[in-house]
C-alpha cells in the first residue's frame, strides 16, 4: 500500500477548510495513518522543498510555510500519491478545475492550500522530516463492517 504526505499550508488553515479537506481524503477511501498540528522549523521546511532550493522563490516559499501552523498528515492507499495530486490540482491555481482543493479554494500560486508528496522518494523524505516511525498508527477499519 502506497503512502503520502499531505500537508495543509498556513493559507488553508487559516481559510477554514481543513475539516472539508479531510473529508474528501476520508470519503475518497483512503486511511488516515498519522496527523500533527505544528508550525515547521526553518530547517524543517529547507528540508521539505529541498528540491526547490536553488529557484528564485525559495526564500518566499520558507517564509510562507513557516508563517503559522500547518496540518501535517500521513494518509495510505492504493496510488494515492497520483489520485491525492489530481485531487489537490495543478500548482498554479489559475489551472487547477473546479472540483480539485486549488480549483475550488485557492486564487493564487503561493497561496495554494495544500501539499501533496509528488513521488514514493519524495513521500519517505517528506513523512521521515515531520514523523517518527513509531507514530503512524496501523489499523484495520472492522468496526464498519456491520454499517
Ligand atoms: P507543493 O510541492 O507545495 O505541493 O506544490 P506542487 O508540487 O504543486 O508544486 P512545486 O513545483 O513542488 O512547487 C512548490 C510550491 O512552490 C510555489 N511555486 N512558486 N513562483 C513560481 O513560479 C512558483 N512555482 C512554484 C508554489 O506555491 C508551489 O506550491
Ligand atoms: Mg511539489
Known amino acids: 500500500m502506497e503512502k503520502t504526505y499531505l500537508m495543509i499550508k498556513p493559507d488553508g488553515v487559516q481559510r477554514n477548510v481543513m475539516g472539508e479537506i479531510i473529508t474528501r481524503f476520508e470519503q475518497k477511501g483512503f486511511q488516515l495513518l498519522a ?15 529541498e528540491e526547490h532550493k536553488e529557484k528564485p522563490f525559495f526564500g518566499e516559499l520558507i517564509d510562507f510555510i513557516t508563517s503559522g501552523p500547518v496540518f501535517a498528515m500521513v494518509w495510505e492507499g492504493d496510488n494515492i500519491i497520483e489520485i491525492s495530486r489530481m485531487m489537490i ?7 487547477a478545475l473546479p472540483g ?15 501539499h501533496g508528496s509528488d513521488s514514493n522518494e519524495s513521500a519517505a523524505r517528506e513523512i521521515e522530516n515531520i514523523f517518527n516511525e513509531s507514530e503512524l498508527v496501523s489499523y484495520e477499519k472492522t468496526l464498519a463492517s456491520w454499517i
Open 35 to 49: 496527523a500533527k498540528f505544528t508550525v515547521l522549523s526553518k530547517e524543517q521546511a529547507e528540508k521539505h522543498y
Open 89 to 95: 490540482g495543478k500548482t498554479n491555481p489559475a489551472d
Open 100 to 114: 480539485t482543493i486549488r480549483g475550488d479554494f485557492a486564487a493564487h500560486m503561493s497561496l495554494n492550500i495544500i
